[in-house]
């Protein structure tokens, strides 16, 4: 029995055994395997031309022969279409990871494999996509089967998003650490000057992605803070954005060299530097719409158009994409009692087509207690402040004030009196237009339009945000780019520091305890803010005397008078302790702040993937449906449609 047992062991050891390479002139089939040399050719596959590669062999992973059969075969449709399938979720990621294994790369006639940590991440973050379609992972992106360990030398297919793929220009070795380089940067350069800044100055800095564009490019943000990647108590949060409109690429450039200079200045001990970033927490995001970028760089500099590259790649202008919630705050205007803040989004917005660069600024929004903050454009020279959407829908340009108005007005102001040109009195230059007004106007009262980003952020949040217009020319030479930046940084500097007007303060019970979304009103202002999860706040005010007061459901009203001085340059420290109460008059201040945005959050709940006005809903499971709504992608294949996509029952 023992020994019967040892025979059938050795035959199934031999039966797993790889055969023997084949000598030659021997083929005996089973005896031997033949090792079948790569031959390397140009990748013509359409879906695969944008590959950090430029050579595939054939047959690929799949043993798929030729163009044709590749071309015709449902995993390349599946690749091909999965943009759509997945609203831009997780792509161009899957994309090019299944073009690593439908066009593998080939170098000197050796068949490179993409590499399994890179596999196994994308699935991990993209694996709910295809859950909310009801579809399976697709076989040929198994991570165990095509792909290979770093030690076995693969290759990373999505370097490109990432950008790692650079070519560096060489600078001489001897250059100071407050060098910049005044260039244009492309999307892969400006990545890779983000993580260099954040390396040299990592006690102070770092970088995080709010998100995705459409074509997948991470929105790539640096910070600078004394405690990077946290808030921290009473600390300000700041930001800029920059390049929403991507053929307006001078704010991208701006924010860039402001990154190199805060890092270089802050190490050289620059007192005015040290002091801002010890006592703020920057955001800069330089780059909103690097996909709109790349359409218009491909125009180069000095071509002032007003069209190409402003979109996104939706062609969707991401300025007019946020929620209207301007004409709600003037429904509510005349009803007495009612406040212009916190206002939630409506849930018919969500049936609209959302831009994913537009829901990663939302997010971005609800994750961090922004206090102030700035969009950089392009194509005149002036600070607009909201409203930008007019009170009266039918007149473009209406004066159309917040009830910040006064706080507004000063923060504009702090931007356009530190620049040199936008202060000169001289009306026969670039935005001469607003001399008589200091170089700032009411948006609305310059042009009106809906669904801007300043609306949202002031209507939504607590974030006060203006838009400044760096210049006339959208995409200027190389060669402007010095001057441009001297002109703004001074600006650049003066607004951050007007993030510490007003007053701050933390609410708080008799115990000690913070109270999350309590409300800071100010009378005379219909307009509050709210404090954010340690029961810190920051109002921005503009000097005076002022009647402040803290409520919060389930405890009384605490009011305060306070005074800021003219010449007070920080924000007066005003804290609120908040009394329980038993019993509330109002039985509607029962809902408690925690719903402020509503009890149901469609921006946290959205669902990408969803087909608006169908009958039935995706996901589910009614009688009689035998095959999901993206089946029909695959109508054309007569024979060899994809079953592997279809979930086990």
Known sequence: ???????????????????????????TLGQCQTVRKAKCVDIALSSCTDVTYTQMSYPNFLDQ????????????????????LLQGECNPDLRLLGCSVLAPQCEKDKVIKPCRHVCEKLKKNCLHAFDAIDMAWPYFLDCDRFFAGEQEGCFDPLAKLRGEVVVEE?????????????????????VSMLKKTASKCSHIATTYSIG??????????????????????????FKYVGNMHGNEVVGKELLIYLAQYLCSEYLLGNPRIQTLINSTRIHLLPSLNPDGYEMAAEEGAGYNGW???????????????FPDLTSEAYRRAGIRGARLDHIPIPQSYWWGKVAPETKAVM???????????????????????PYDYSR?????????????EKTFKMLAKAYADAHPVISDRSELRCGGNFVKRGGIINGAE??????????????HTNCFEVTVEVGCEKFPLEEELFTIWHENRDALLNYMEMVHRGIKGIVSDKFGNPIKNARISVRGIQHDVTTAADGDYWRLLPPGTYVISAQAPGYSRVMKRVTLPTKMKRAGRVDFVLRPIDTWPNKLLRRSMEDMYDPYDPLELYDPHAQHGQPEARGGSSPGREKPWWWSYFSSLDLHKPLWLLKQR
């Open 1 to 27: 029995m023992v020994l019967r047992l040892l025979l059938l062991l050795g035959g199934l050891l031999r039966a797993t055994k790889p055969a023997p390479r084949c000598e030659n002139g021997q083929d």
């Open 65 to 84: 022969k030729s163009r044709e059969v590749i071309e015709y075969s449902s995993e390349y449709i599946l690749i091909s279409v999965l943009q759509n």
């Open 170 to 190: 060489d600078l001489p070795s001897d250059l100071p650490g407050t060098f910049i380089q005044f260039k244009h940067h492309s999307y892969s350069q400006m």
């Open 212 to 237: 995705r564009s459409f074509e997948g490019k991470d929105l790539f943000v640096i910070e600078f803070s004394t405690k990077p990647g946290h808030h921290e108590l009473l600390k300000p949060e």
């Open 307 to 321: 069209v190409v590259g402003r979109q996104t790649a939706q062609n969707l202008d991401l300025n007019r994409n």
């Open 363 to 385: 997010k971005w929004l609800r994750s961090i207690p922004f206090v102030l903050s700035a969009s950089l454009h392009g194509g005149e020279l002036v600070v607009t402040y």
């Open 392 to 404: 009266h829908p039918m007149e473009e340009k209406m004066f159309s004030p917040t009830p910040d």
């Open 446 to 459: 310059w042009y009106s339009f809906t669904g801007g980003m300043a609306d949202f952020n002031y209507l």
